[in-house]
């Protein structure tokens, strides 16, 4: 599957050559490609209010955009119109495996699987993304332009980023099956050549503010500063209103016990990277297996992460769903291959791995299936 999915370059000279260096465009990157999900399927995601929607329609200079839960009667019309879901990996587990087919990127930079239906003409507009995207065509045809070009200026008051000046330097149509690897900043435009739907696996490049506002928020919960204030040799002040030198000095020696270390950044990340997005929810067994059954469960099916579910390690330490596994971890080596492959094989496993497993199945993070 790699072969024809990076157009026979191996993920390594992909990484060299082409990430976040150059756009790639390969034909036929998934032979035989229909698509994980239906227009009716898409259609009934992109109303529902736990799943997150644009629609946007659109005459060559006006933009309407119209965030989710859409209303079914804006889902037709003659004017080019386009609806993007995204998550759809979240809610389809074909979408989850499509997703996890691009592994040869850390999942630690994995954002989402967005899918697009458009008429013909529909689109987003000229534009330019802060991260970088594989735009692999599903049904119908899409035709891409794209260039490197350095003007992001903006078309003002439109309500989504349209690029004012977007001079193109490659034009392609693409085919069921086709895909283009995009870096960040490269200006794009795909119109719906007759009906179609386009699938893009984006990922997340945080930027140093969100970062820093996360990290912060993090260490608030983490540090807790100890002692009070106190001048028992407070000196007479001449003047009332100076903030005098020694409450300064004592202050910032109070606060030198801000501190982190490698692991807290460690720590920190798991957490953060593994975190759930907004209106994601567990749905834990309607009516659980008993340690026995599940025991059994999972030595005749193995054990399968629920699509929603991320499981990243780092240093001997795993996160799952935005929180740190505690304990003395039993057999890192298959929480290693869980977390990559995302399912664990049939087989009699360690009685504390089961006991792990049997903790997240209850929780609705996973199935012995
Ligand atoms: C799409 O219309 O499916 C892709 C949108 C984009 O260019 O980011
Ligand atoms: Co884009």
């Known amino acids: 599957m790699l072969n024809t999915l990076l157009g026979g370059l191996s993920p390594a000279r992909f990484l060299d050559?082409?990430?976040q260096k150059k756009p790639l465009l390969v034909r036929q990157a998934v032979p035989g490609f229909t698509g994980v999900v239906s227009k009716e399927e898409l259609f009934s995601l992109a109303?529902?209010?736990?799943?997150e929607s644009r629609h946007i329609r659109h005459s060559t200079t006006e933009w309407e955009v119209h965030h989710g839960p859409q209303r079914p009667s804006r889902l037709k019309g003659k004017q080019p119109w386009t609806v993007l879901v995204q998550g759809v990996n979240l809610f389809v587990p074909e979408g989850d495996e499509l997703l996890h087919r691009f592994d040869f990127i850390p999942q630690a930079r994995l954002d989402d699987l967005m899918v697009s239906y458009a008429v013909d003409g529909g689109g987003v507009g000229p534009h330019f993304d802060n991260y970088d995207v594989f735009l692999l065509q599903?049904?119908?045809?899409?035709?891409?332009?794209i260039g490197s070009q350095t003007d992001r200026s903006l078309v003002e008051g439109a309500p989504l980023r349209i690029l004012s000046n977007f001079t193109p330097s490659e034009d392609w149509v693409l085919e069921p099956g086709d895909m283009l690897y995009l870096p960040p900043h490269w200006a794009h435009d795909g119109v719906a050549v007759g009906e179609c739907m386009t699938y893009s696996i984006g990922?997340?490049?945080?930027?140093g503010a969100e970062l820093g506002n996360q990290f912060l928020a993090?260490?608030?919960d983490t540090i807790c500063l100890e002692g009070v204030y106190r001048d028992p040799d407070l000196a007479l002040q001449a003047n009332s209103a100076e903030i005098g030198a020694p409450m300064i000095d004592q202050v910032a020696q109070m606060l030198a016990a801000i501190r982190w270390d490698r692991e807290m950044i460690t720590d920190f990340l798991g957490r953060y990277l593994s975190e759930p997005k907004?209106?994601?929810?567990?749905?834990?067994p309607e009516t659980p297996l008993t340690r026995q059954r599940f025991a059994g469960q999972l030595k005749k099916n193995g054990f399968r992460l629920d699509p929603r579910s991320v499981l990243l390690f780092a240093d001997g330490r795993f996160f799952l769903n935005g929180e740190a596994v505690e304990g003395s971890l039993p057999c890192q080596s298959q929480l290693a291959e869980l977390g990559h492959h995302r399912r664990l094989p049939a087989t009699d496993h360690d009685a504390a791995l089961v006991d792990l497993l049997y903790g997240w199945y209850l929780?609705?993070?996973g199935n012995p299936a």
């Open 17 to 19: 050559e082409y990430w």
């Open 47 to 51: 109303c529902d209010p736990d799943v």
């Open 138 to 145: 599903g049904r119908g045809k899409r035709r891409w332009r």
């Open 203 to 207: 990922f997340r490049t945080p930027t």
């Open 218 to 220: 993090y260490l608030q």
């Open 278 to 284: 907004a209106h994601v929810f567990y749905e834990p």
């Open 363 to 365: 929780d609705g993070y």
